[in-house]
């Protein structure tokens, strides 16, 4: 198991080089640089502008950039942010807290949605419940989330003015009323997201659920005498959730992707608004790093993916 | 082959106590976009303690939903016990609550299914799935209950026993699966197995070996069994009793004996003529498509014998009325106006 995991991690080197390899290529052959204000900028005098190049590298030929830039990341140097001037490290520490909390607690908040209700629902196909909420998740699934985000936005923050519609992360004071406040601003892009993946993992987890319900171990486990509670949950949920387990898993790429959207919508200073912005001012650096740890955490949550699946079904061996 | 006989003729207070299982005039339907399947259509057969009846009839006849209605595991909806009554030990079950059901269902009666391959959960060992049905009615505990399993699947002739029960079904053969299940089936050492073709799914020579379990765990256990098959010679080989079904309905039930020597059903003698030597048809598998033509829709039977199609003899009578279940000779009776 260790070794499988030692093994996979080591096969996902090659990935990232390959994944690093292409974005450089990309970034360096669009249009533009950081410096092509300075460029139009009457004040200051070719000369500069030519050293100031020379000194960040900016005129080599891409492999030696690309080379660099490795190299540099190698040694633990992610590079210094054109736009904010400072090193892109500490940028990503300052914007990733932020980005995790509103994910985790909307994935959170999601699988408490979609859990329960595909279960329950799934359970007793075409019923009232199971066609409300099946209506319900196919409303949510179909809203993209700049939608309900302003939805939201209209309703809560302008027209009720319960919640505040634009993210601070320096709020002054602390303690209780602090908190307050940080899950205010919070509700509502946590919510956005939660709401748009509870519904469509519900619709998921119902139909895995289905599946799993209409096997013939579970006539088995009917036939034993065991009551309907402890059938679905100790013979079809624990079945049904190796497929939920792993969509879930292999899910969070696309979520981090949503986020980017919601991060904007309701300003939040996440890792998603960090990438926007660099990708406007074309600061490559942060674009790098960004895309970078996206990519790993791709590919972590593959694994985990893997792994999960590997120990939730005692079919699958690693070898 | 004739204590089948003799033990059907008695009346009265003893026969009534000898009954375990008495389904009378069953009716189960299905609802379905088509209108209603009359997947059982006024069934009745009963299963004396400690004999084996056999259910032969080609697919599709309703066995088993018959088999599933006794333990109340079929859907409803879309099923329905539209009519009928099911008597366990005198008393009838159908408008028992679940509840009740649940503390029937393998304490008293036990079922094994067709599938071994899908009938075990994937992701628990099977020491797990049989220890789970011990802890459910004989409320051992953990560790005992265990210990429990491994003695099933030893009486099963499961080789390593003690340290099999902490495999995982996939790491069973189908043959072996089915023993497990067996062996989970009769745990509590229910009153009654009802065995939905145990070895259709398997090897010919697996078959055997499965049948010989069934009858030596019989002997051991003193219970009765209900074996649903397609195999007239399995029948021939391990029943006291059979009940011929045709289309959801009884078309003939006789001691075995009877059956094979004076069968009065056309339907019966075709399954009959199916078989080419009953002596070695166990080892077998002989399909009872054999006959021509094919089995009328459930959806909208016809009115009068539903074998008529098919039937050699059929007469303008046979499509007035269907013709009712009547006794020809002691224990032997038939739908067949013949
Ligand atoms: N859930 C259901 N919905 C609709 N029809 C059903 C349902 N279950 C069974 N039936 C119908 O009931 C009839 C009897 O089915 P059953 O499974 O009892 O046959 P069988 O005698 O066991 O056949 P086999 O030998 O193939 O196992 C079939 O025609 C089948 O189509
Ligand atoms: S009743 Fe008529 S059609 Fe039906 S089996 Fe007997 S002879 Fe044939
Ligand atoms: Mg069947």
Request: proline letters at 6%.
């Given at each position: 198991m260790t070794q499988y995991v030692l093994r996979r991690l080591l096969i996902a080197i090659p990935s990232l080089l390959g994944i690093s390899v292409i974005l450089f290529t990309v970034l360096a052959l669009a249009p533009g640089d950081p410096f092509e204000e300075l460029a139009t900028n009457p004040a200051v005098p070719p000369d500069v502008r030519a050293a100031l190049r020379a000194s960040l590298g900016l005129d080599d030929p891409v492999h030696v950039r690309y080379f660099n830039w490795l190299f540099a990341m190698l040694r633990g140097d992610w590079g210094y942010s054109f736009v904010?001037?400072?090193?892109?490290?500490?940028?990503?520490?300052?914007?990733?807290?932020?980005?995790?909390?509103?994910?985790?607690?909307?994935?959170?908040?999601?699988?408490?949605?979609?859990?329960?209700?595909?279960?329950?629902?799934?359970?007793?196909?075409?019923?009232?419940?199971?066609?409300?909420?099946?209506?319900?998740?196919?409303?949510?699934?179909?809203?993209?989330?700049?939608f309900t985000g302003i939805l939201f936005i209209l309703f809560f923050s302008i027209y009720l003015d319960w919640?505040?519609?634009?993210?601070?992360?320096?709020?002054?004071?602390?303690?209780?009323?602090?908190?307050?406040?940080?899950?205010?601003?919070?509700?509502?892009?946590?919510?956005?997201?939660?709401?748009?993946?509870?519904?469509?993992?519900?619709?998921?987890?119902?139909?895995?659920?289905?599946?799993?319900?209409?096997?013939?171990?579970?006539?088995?486990?009917?036939?034993?005498?065991?009551?309907?509670?402890?059938?679905?949950?100790?013979?079809?949920?624990?079945?049904?959730?190796?497929?939920?387990?792993?969509?879930?898993?292999?899910?969070?790429?696309?979520?981090?992707?949503?986020?980017?959207?919601?991060?904007?919508?309701?300003?939040?200073?996440?890792?998603?608004?960090?990438?926007?912005?660099?990708?406007?001012?074309?600061?490559?650096?942060?674009?790098?790093?960004?895309?970078?740890?996206?990519?790993?955490?791709?590919?972590?949550?593959?694994?985990?993916?893997?792994?999960?699946?590997?120990?939730?079904?005692?079919?699958?061996?690693?070898? | 082959m004739t204590e089948g006989m003799t033990a059907e003729r008695d009346t009265g207070a003893a026969a009534t106590a000898r009954r375990l299982l008495e389904i009378a005039n069953l009716k189960v339907h299905f609802r379905t976009d088509d209108g209603w399947v009359r997947a059982v259509d006024g069934v009745s057969l009963g299963?004396?303690?400690?004999e084996t009846l056999g259910v032969v009839g080609e697919s599709g006849c309703g066995k088993t939903v018959t088999a599933m209605t006794v333990l109340k595991l079929i859907a409803m909806p879309p099923g329905k016990i539209v009519d009928g009554t099911i008597h366990?030990?005198?008393?009838?079950?159908?408008?028992?609550?679940?509840?009740?059901?649940?503390?029937?269902?393998?304490?008293?009666?036990?079922?094994?299914?067709?599938?071994?391959?899908?009938?075990?959960?994937?992701?628990?060992?099977?020491?797990?799935?049989?220890?789970?049905?011990?802890?459910?009615?004989?409320?051992?505990?953990?560790?005992?209950?265990?210990?429990?399993?491994a003695e099933m699947l030893k009486l099963v002739h499961i080789p390593n026993p003690s340290r099999r029960v902490n495999d995982y079904p996939h790491q069973f053969s189908g043959g072996m699966r089915q023993r497990v299940m067996i062996a989970m089936a009769l745990s509590c050492s229910p009153k009654l197995l009802i065995a939905d073709e145990p070895t259709t799914a398997l090897d010919v020579t697996i078959q055997a070996q499965i049948l010989e379990i069934m009858v030596e765990m019989k002997e051991r256990l003193g219970m009765a069994v209900m074996l649903i098959t397609h195999a007239m010679g399995v029948v021939a080989e391990t029943a006291q009793r059979v009940v011929v079904m045709y289309a959801g309905k009884v078309a003939e039930e006789a001691p075995v004996g009877e059956l094979f020597a004076n069968p009065r059903h056309p339907y019966t003698q075709g399954l009959i003529r199916s078989i080419p030597r009953i002596d070695t048809a166990a080892t077998h598998k002989v399909r009872l498509e054999a006959i021509p033509g094919s089995v009328p829709s459930l959806l909208d039977p016809p009115k009068g014998c539903r074998f008529a199609a098919r039937c050699r003899f059929v007469m303008p009578e046979c499509l007035d009325a269907q013709p009712p279940l009547r006794e020809v000779s002691p224990g032997h009776k038939v739908a067949c106006i013949l």
């Open positions: 904010s001037r400072i090193d892109v490290d500490d940028l990503i520490l300052q914007r990733l807290p932020t980005t995790l909390i509103v994910i985790g607690s909307s994935q959170i908040l999601a699988l408490m949605i979609a859990l329960p209700v595909g279960v329950y629902a799934a359970t007793r196909p075409y019923s009232i419940f199971d066609q409300i909420a099946n209506t319900l998740a196919f409303i949510g699934f179909s809203l993209p989330t700049f919640l505040p519609f634009v993210y601070r992360s320096d709020i002054p004071g602390s303690g209780l009323p602090w908190f307050w406040e940080h899950v205010k601003q919070s509700i509502m892009p946590i919510a956005v997201l939660g709401l748009f993946q509870g519904a469509a993992w519900t619709r998921f987890v119902r139909s895995a659920v289905l599946d799993v319900i209409r096997l013939d171990y579970v006539t088995t486990a009917r036939a034993k005498g065991l009551a309907e509670r402890v059938i679905t949950i100790k013979h079809v949920m624990r079945n049904a959730l190796i497929p939920v387990v792993t969509l879930v898993a292999l899910s969070m790429p696309a979520v981090f992707g949503g986020a980017i959207v919601t991060e904007q919508i309701f300003r939040v200073p996440g890792i998603g608004s960090l990438l926007i912005t660099a990708i406007l001012a074309n600061d490559t650096p942060v674009i790098m790093a960004v895309t970078f740890v996206v990519s790993i955490l791709v590919i972590l949550f593959n694994l985990l993916a893997d792994v999960l699946y590997g120990w939730l079904d005692p079919r699958i061996s690693y070898r | 299963v004396d303690r400690g366990w030990q005198g008393r009838d079950i159908v408008p028992l609550t679940p509840a009740e059901m649940r503390s029937i269902r393998s304490k008293e009666i036990g079922i094994v299914f067709q599938e071994p391959m899908t009938s075990l959960n994937p992701v628990y060992t099977v020491g797990e799935q049989i220890a789970e049905t011990l802890r459910l009615h004989e409320g051992l505990g953990k560790r005992a209950a265990m210990d429990r399993a």
